[in-house]
């Protein structure tokens, strides 16, 4: 199976996408997390895009849609993929089919988590994880238990993304709306959009998005 989750920043998707991994034993790819791991590396394609995503704009459709690729020929053929953060535009859902078809896989179902966006911002600059096993903590939502010590691992590193900051995530919203949320119709078109509402409590996110893949 191969599914995309849709939204905004801060809709849930990375959240939801480790929760299918973890119940389905499903791959996540997340071009966000691929980008990071490259900017972190200072590759090539790293260093080209680290600016771009300072910003909160979109890295070009070439590199991502070559990151996904490449991801995918890494993984065993039977296992499903959840696409997080991609498409991202509409040539990007342009070269996933076309990705997907060459080998041999099709896509699903595309998931849109539907979030109100002034909630969004709170939710977003809130938010940071541990930084040995990348679990999710949020200032407001979810303190670890045991105040500076991760509940899963026990490590005392957490870390927030350097974009996660309120002026870049304006723009990051902008990007979705004119770019990303304009894709959904292509998927519409064909039958395959399933709309969860992202502001529910996650476990009934995840009991949603559940059926909706049993289905
Ligand atoms: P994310 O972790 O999905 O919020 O992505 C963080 C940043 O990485 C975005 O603000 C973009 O700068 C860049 N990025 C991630 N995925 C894509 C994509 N599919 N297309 C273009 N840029 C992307």
Known sequence: MNIILLGPPGAGKGTQAQRLVEAHGMRQLSTGDMLRAAVKAGTPVGLQAKAVMD???????????????DEL????????AIFD??????????????????RGRK??????????????????IGRYTCANCGKGYHDT?????????????????FKRRPDDNEETVRTRMAEYRAKTAPILPIYDARGIVARVNGMAEMDHVTAAIERIIAA
């Open 55 to 69: 910003r909160g704009e979109l890295v070009s459709d070439e590199i991502v849609s070559a990151l996904i690729g």
């Open 141 to 157: 939502f979810e303190q670890p238990r045991e105040p500076g010590t991760c509940d899963k691992c026990g490590s005392h590193e």
């Open 107 to 124: 896509l699903d179902h595309v998931i849109e988590l539907g979030v109100d966006e002034d909630a969004l911002v709170e939710r977003i």
């Open 73 to 80: 020929d890494a993984m065993g053929a039977g296992v499903g």
């Open 85 to 102: 953060g991609y498409p991202r535009t509409a040539a990007q859902a342009e070269s996933l089919d076309a990705i997907l078809s060459s």
